[in-house]
């Protein structure tokens, strides 16, 4: 049996005094599409990163393909897609090859890219279908081009887990659902998928799991039983409590 | 789906194809123009320091009469003299080093870092001044000057580490804290000393030492090597953070490296362009070059092809006028930004008739 990708116990963090995730355990299993639902400010982007590792957790412990994730070094196996992105793409001058190509560098180093690396990216980029966009900017390019071209930059890098925050925010709704049969294919070809969504609705109809946050876990398990449960309601009826709760204290 | 640039009167060859290999080949010529003029410079700079060895020697006198010819044939009265190639070779290494580096921090948003270390190098002057006034120290003042970047190049990231972003406000305190420090050095070294401070504010093409220009020479050669070996992950670095870390690249690495380059860059450029220019030939080539380039990579070839010609069209300017170098150099530089803004603009219009 492949090893879990992620694995969270009892992890809790907090920005100075104001606690974002508290004692979440959660694993992710090779293959899975996780979605992950809350509402605004739940700490959705907060528990992504500490799986990640961009975040130290200050309670608990979390493991990525099996390591600490502090000692995890083998780069390549994750592609990330953060909320913000696509506004680094509109700054610079980059373009969508340059992009791909990024998703190489974990594996050379301070080497050369070398023609196995390039035809790496042009599969890459075949495969998310802007094979034909390769020398645009990214900035001449619409949300939605944009957004392949990150997820073929975690294509090229072969990894084995995509996270994605965000991905189709102002990306028009034929693109989105183009983007999101794309995600479908990635994770049948074996791709581990977690995905953070503001439209339930997205989660529902893609994800095999979800995890529904707000600062705790209020449901993590597969997609069925969390339509037919009450987490969701519980989940954004919370924030109220939590409001409530800092008056009081 | 797909939006490729294709025209309706597109006659097989697409004519985007044919325009990128144009381009390519002659940011190439410009490219290996301004490494050939680099490479020349800095066999003068060797030259002149190995000329009491036999075979340098005669290398060195054959540069000397082919100076001479210069001035035969072009009526000047400048490549004759030792000290103008120094101060030659010290600003043509500075366009190319510049934006090179520069390339980067513009795109990291980090442009007021050149202007901060420049000050904090300021600073350094200053010292290495009381220094010598003190101690009877006769060493080189860019070498302080060098030391004191450095560390302020390491203080603002650790700053920046602390505060998480790099902020105006920090940078700003550090930016203003160390000229302040700076003068108070100043006006008390100068009743022990008569300091000439100016030509390290404003530049001058006379503040070049031969010292200057050698280290000028051998900073050259470690900044473009750094940038060649890191271009990968400061590309990346500079592109998406957050993914370069989930990359597992050592990126507070990188950045210290990025910082501590700039202040190198820095301290070599301040005696041509002076303290308060300095920053300018960091960013303004680079942002020349963004209007017009098509990719990162053909970014960083126009900025240093149009630092060059800042540094050229500067030398020209100053010397012709008996002005001073920095403001020479700037002027010309931002004269290159517009023309660029123009020429961005009307290819824009171009794309959108033709889109």
């Given at each position: 049996?492949?090893?879990?990708v992620?694995?969270?116990?009892?992890?809790?963090?907090?920005?100075?005094?104001?606690?974002?995730?508290?004692?979440?355990?959660?694993?992710?299993?090779?293959?899975?599409?996780l979605?992950?639902?809350?509402?605004?400010?739940?700490?959705?982007?907060?528990?992504?990163?500490l799986?990640?590792?961009?975040?130290?957790?200050?309670?608990?412990?979390?493991?990525l393909?099996?390591?600490?994730?502090?000692?995890?070094?083998?780069?390549?196996?994750?592609?990330?897609?953060?909320?913000?992105?696509?506004?680094?793409?509109g700054?610079?001058?980059?373009?969508?090859?340059?992009?791909?190509?990024?998703?190489?560098?974990?594996?050379?180093?301070?080497?050369?890219?070398?023609a196995?690396?390039r035809?790496?990216?042009?599969?890459?980029?075949?495969?998310?279908?802007?094979?034909?966009?390769?020398?645009?900017?990214?900035?001449?390019?619409?949300?939605?081009?944009?957004?392949?071209?990150?997820?073929?930059?975690?294509?090229?890098?072969?990894?084995?887990?995509?996270?994605?925050?965000?991905?189709?925010?102002?990306?028009?709704?034929?693109?989105?659902?183009?983007?999101?049969?794309?995600?479908?294919?990635?994770?049948?070809?074996?791709?581990?998928?977690?995905?953070?969504?503001?439209?339930?609705?997205?989660?529902?109809?893609?994800?095999?799991?979800?995890?529904?946050?707000?600062?705790?876990?209020?449901?993590?398990?597969?997609?069925e039983s969390?339509?037919?449960?009450?987490?969701?309601?519980?989940?954004?009826?919370?924030?109220?409590?939590?409001?409530?709760?800092?008056?009081?204290? | 789906?797909?939006?490729?640039?294709?025209?309706?009167d597109?006659?097989?060859?697409?004519?985007?194809?044919?325009?990128?290999?144009?381009?390519?080949?002659?940011?190439?010529?410009?490219?290996?123009?301004?490494?050939?003029?680099?490479?020349?410079?800095?066999?003068?700079?060797?030259?002149?320091?190995?000329?009491?060895?036999?075979?340098?020697?005669?290398?060195?006198?054959?540069?000397?009469s082919?100076g001479?010819?210069?001035?035969?044939?072009?009526?000047t009265?400048?490549?004759?003299?030792?000290?103008?190639?120094?101060?030659?070779?010290?600003?043509?290494?500075?366009?190319?080093?510049?934006?090179?580096?520069?390339?980067?921090?513009?795109?990291?948003?980090?442009?007021?870092?050149?202007?901060?270390?420049?000050?904090?190098?300021?600073?350094?002057?200053?010292?290495?001044?009381?220094?010598?006034?003190?101690?009877?120290?006769?060493?080189?003042?860019?070498?302080?000057?060098?030391v004191?970047?450095?560390?302020?190049?390491?203080?603002?990231?650790?700053?920046?580490?602390?505060?998480?972003?790099?902020?105006?406000?920090?940078?700003?305190?550090?930016?203003?804290?160390s000229?302040?420090?700076?003068?108070?050095?100043?006006?008390?070294g100068?009743?022990?000393?008569g300091?000439?401070?100016?030509?390290?504010?404003?530049?001058?093409?006379?503040?070049?030492?031969?010292?200057?220009?050698?280290?000028?020479a051998?900073?050259?050669?470690?900044?473009?090597?750094?940038?060649?070996?890191?271009?990968?992950q400061?590309l990346?670095?500079?592109?998406?953070?957050?993914?370069?870390?989930?990359?597992?690249?050592?990126?507070?690495?990188?950045?210290?490296?990025?910082?501590?380059?700039?202040?190198?860059?820095?301290?070599?450029?301040?005696?041509?362009?002076?303290?308060?220019?300095?920053?300018?030939?960091?960013?303004?080539?680079?942002?020349?070059?963004?209007?017009?380039?098509?990719?990162?990579r053909?970014?960083?070839?126009?900025?240093?092809?149009?630092?060059?010609?800042?540094?050229?069209?500067?030398?020209v300017?100053?010397?012709?006028?008996?002005?001073?170098?920095?403001?020479?150099?700037?002027?010309?530089?931002?004269?290159?930004?517009?023309?660029?803004?123009?020429?961005?603009?009307?290819?824009?219009?171009?794309?959108?008739?033709?889109?």
């Open positions: 049996m492949p090893p879990t992620v694995d969270l116990d009892d992890v809790t963090f907090a920005y100075g005094d104001t606690v974002a995730v508290r004692d979440v355990s959660l694993t992710v299993e090779s293959g899975d599409f979605g992950l639902v809350g509402p605004n400010g739940s700490g959705k982007t907060t528990l992504l990163h799986m990640l590792g961009l975040h130290t957790p200050d309670e608990g412990t979390v493991r393909f099996g390591a600490p994730v502090g000692e995890f070094d083998d780069g390549s196996r994750v592609g990330y897609v953060s909320q913000r992105a696509t506004d680094r793409g700054a610079m001058p980059v373009t969508v090859r340059e992009c791909v190509t990024m998703g190489r560098f974990a594996h050379v180093g301070h080497g050369r890219i070398d196995a690396d035809a790496a990216v042009a599969d890459a980029m075949e495969t998310v279908a802007i094979a034909d966009l390769a020398d645009r900017l990214l900035s001449e390019l619409s949300g939605g081009q944009q957004q392949r071209a990150f997820i073929a930059r975690a294509i090229a890098s072969d990894a084995d887990l995509l996270a994605l925050d965000e991905p189709t925010v102002g990306v028009d709704a034929e693109s989105r659902d183009a983007f999101y049969a794309l995600l479908d294919r990635l994770n049948d070809d074996g791709i581990t998928i977690v995905l953070i969504e503001h439209d339930i609705g997205v989660v529902t109809d893609r994800a095999d799991r979800v995890a529904c946050l707000n600062t705790e876990l209020f449901h993590h398990g597969d997609t969390f339509v037919e449960s009450d987490a969701l309601a519980d989940a954004y009826g919370a924030t109220g409590q939590v409001v409530e709760h800092h008056h009081h204290s | 789906m797909s939006e490729s640039p294709t025209t309706p597109d006659p097989g060859v697409a004519p985007g194809t044919r325009d990128r290999d144009r381009r390519r080949t002659t940011e190439l010529i410009g490219v290996a123009a301004t490494g050939v003029l680099s490479a020349v410079m800095i066999g003068f700079v060797l030259l002149y320091w190995a000329q009491n060895l036999p075979v340098a020697g005669e290398l060195y006198a054959g540069f000397r082919f001479r010819g210069m001035d035969a044939i072009l009526g009265n400048m490549f004759r003299h030792p000290f103008m190639w120094q101060s030659m070779a010290t600003g043509v290494l500075i366009g190319v080093v510049a934006p090179l580096v520069g390339t980067f921090l513009v795109h990291r948003e980090m442009a007021l870092i050149g202007e901060t270390l420049a000050h904090t190098a300021f600073a350094g002057v200053a010292v290495g001044f009381l220094l010598r006034a003190t101690t009877g120290w006769d060493g080189s003042l860019l070498l302080v000057a060098l004191v970047g450095i560390l302020g190049a390491l203080g603002v990231q650790w700053l920046t580490e602390r505060t998480d972003a790099y902020g105006d406000v920090p940078i700003a305190i550090m930016l203003s804290g000229f302040a420090v700076g003068t108070l050095v100043i006006s008390y100068r009743g022990l000393t300091i000439n401070i100016e030509g390290y504010l404003f530049g001058n093409l006379a503040v070049v030492t031969v010292e200057g220009a050698r280290l000028m051998v900073l050259s050669v470690v900044v473009a090597a750094a940038v060649a070996l890191t271009y990968k400061l990346f670095i500079t592109f998406d953070e957050q993914a370069a870390r989930v990359a597992r690249l050592n990126v507070t690495g990188y950045n210290t490296l990025l910082v501590v380059l700039t202040a190198v860059v820095v301290v070599g450029a301040m005696q041509v362009l002076g303290v308060i220019l300095v920053a300018a030939m960091l960013v303004v080539p680079v942002a020349a070059a963004s209007q017009v380039a098509r990719s990162f053909e970014t960083t070839y126009l900025a240093v092809i149009f630092g060059q010609l800042s540094v050229i069209g500067g030398f300017v100053a010397v012709g006028g008996g002005l001073p170098s920095g403001g020479s150099i700037v002027v010309v530089a931002i004269a290159i930004y517009l023309v660029a803004i123009a020429a961005s603009g009307s290819s824009m219009r171009a794309v959108t008739a033709r889109g």
